[in-house]
Nanobody, 124 residues
Framework: QVQLVESGGGLVQAGASLRLSCAAS????????MGWFRQAPGKERAFVGG??????STSYAASVKGRFTVSRDNAKVYLQMNSLNPDDTAVYSC???????????????????WGQGTQVTVSS
């Protein structure tokens, strides 16, 4: 089992950057595909980006590609967010999928463990 705790959210102005972290504890973290999702008020939870177990492969939603970067080390996964705009306002959650496949996991139902989420608010 894996426990996930996000941090790094906050209120920023449009154009700013934020770096979210997701601390993982539990067994075999390095064997999980890790994803970031976000949910804005009144909208469905949406895939933002993900990274495979080795860190060699990443995948991004079209809306954030070129602005957001997912990375990981032995105990954390990160979401670097640049050029933020008000449409990026949402609760951001990290999630872990039990798989060694390098294929992107973009559906929330593919994930087994979730963090509690961290709020990101971008003002115009």
């Amino acid at each position: 089992q894996v426990q996930l705790v996000e941090s790094g959210g906050g209120l920023v102005q449009a154009g700013a950057s934020l770096r979210l972290s997701c601390a993982a504890s539990g067994r075999a973290f390095s064997t999980y595909y890790m994803g970031w999702f976000r949910q804005a008020p009144g909208k469905e939870r949406a895939f933002v980006g993900g990274i495979n177990w080795s860190g060699s492969s990443t995948s991004y939603a079209a809306s954030v590609k070129g602005r957001f970067t997912v990375s990981r080390d032995n105990a954390k996964v990160y979401l670097q967010m640049n050029s933020l705009n008000p449409d990026d306002t949402a609760v951001y959650s990290c999630a872990a999928a039990q798989t060694l496949s390098d294929n992107p996991r973009v559906a929330w139902k593919d994930y087994h463990y979730w963090g509690q989420g961290t709020q990101v608010t971008v003002s115009s």
